[in-house]
């Protein structure tokens, strides 16, 4: 249902608030960049801090821009079932294309209480769902065996997954099936995900670098290997510098440096990017020839 690049998109703030304007531009150059998809209020959009007001105000603002051009995929996940049908009761009626479910995250809850909440959305929405699991943030792991169970309940359509393991890939495929739809979420592991059999990435260096990142799909896709490992090692350093402070801060940094409308604010707990990640930034922008240091 989905391939190629997908940014998960960051939510610009300004003195506290959302930037709607920012947001809309930023909309507008990532539809003209070439993304395939775009995913508002994930973990890069600090969905953890936006009120349920300004939550849907952002998967409208997007939705709105978009206009049709591209799929939104909304993210609509929570630790808390009920809240995650609310969010997606709304996305469905803003007109979402999908919503993106992380896994429930400090419950702590078991596999089975894991395939409980995903068939318990299943049966109260049927707006298409893309299964995000994030171990690392999350804590809790969606195993393959459950990822199986999930992927036979109705309306899922999709698997964004960043647990980092790539064996999964394959398993998967035998698990569920070639048709089934995988998009990496790592960044640095795009390349080897898309061998696998990976269909794309929801990305975070999608923000930053679109063009780039729509031509190593295009590169991908059309299995010109050599073309696309050149972008790979054009766009690695900064996928790697991407996360060289808590996430989105080298983000919205890096999009302050390519934007003059663009300003980088973050929200507590998030703090402005250190100086060793704008130095990283920078020199990983220099590197992709984005901007000139």
């Known amino acids: 249902m989905f391939a190629g690049s997908i940014p998960a998109l960051v939510t610009p703030f300004r003195d506290g608030l959302i930037d709607a304007d920012a947001l809309r531009q930023l909309v507008e150059w990532q539809i003209a960049e070439g993304s395939h998809a775009l995913v508002p209020c994930g973990t ?8 349920f007001d300004e939550h849907y105000r952002v998967i409208e603002i997007v939705i709105e821009q978009a206009a049709g051009r591209v799929p939104v995929i909304a993210g609509c996940g929570s630790n808390d079932t009920a809240t995650a049908v609310r969010h ?50 999350t804590v809790t792991d969606i195993s393959s065996d459950t990822l199986a169970r999930i992927a036979r309940l109705p309306g899922v359509v999709a698997v964004k997954d960043a647990s980092g393991d790539l064996a999964r890939v394959t398993e998967h495929r035998l698990n569920i099936g070639k048709d089934f739809c995988q998009l990496s979420g790592n960044d640095d592991l795009w390349l080897s995900h898309y061998g696998l059999g990976g269909k794309g990435c929801i990305s975070v260096t999608a923000n930053v670098a679109p063009g780039l990142c729509t031509d190593f799909h295009t590169a ?9 490992l050149k972008l790979h090692e054009r766009l690695y350093p900064l996928h790697k510098a991407m996360f060289s402070d808590a996430s989105p801060a080298p983000a919205k940094y890096a999009l302050s440096r390519i934007h003059s409308w663009f300003d980088p604010e973050v929200r507590l707990p998030i703090i402005p990017a250190n100086a060793a990640a704008r130095a990283a930034v920078d020199a990983a922008l220099a590197h992709a020839g984005i901007v000139t240091l």
């Open 88 to 137: 997606m009761a709304f996305a469905k009626s803003a007109g979402a294309t999908a919503a993106l479910i992380v896994a429930p995250y400090y419950n702590r809850p078991t596999q089975e209480g894991i395939y409980a909440h995903f068939a318990h959305l299943a049966e109260h929405s049927d707006l298409p769902m893309v299964v995000y699991n994030v171990p690392g943030r």
């Open 220 to 228: 991908c896709v059309s299995g010109d290997h050599a073309a696309a």
């Open 44 to 51: 890069t959009g600090e969905s953890a801090t936006l009120g």
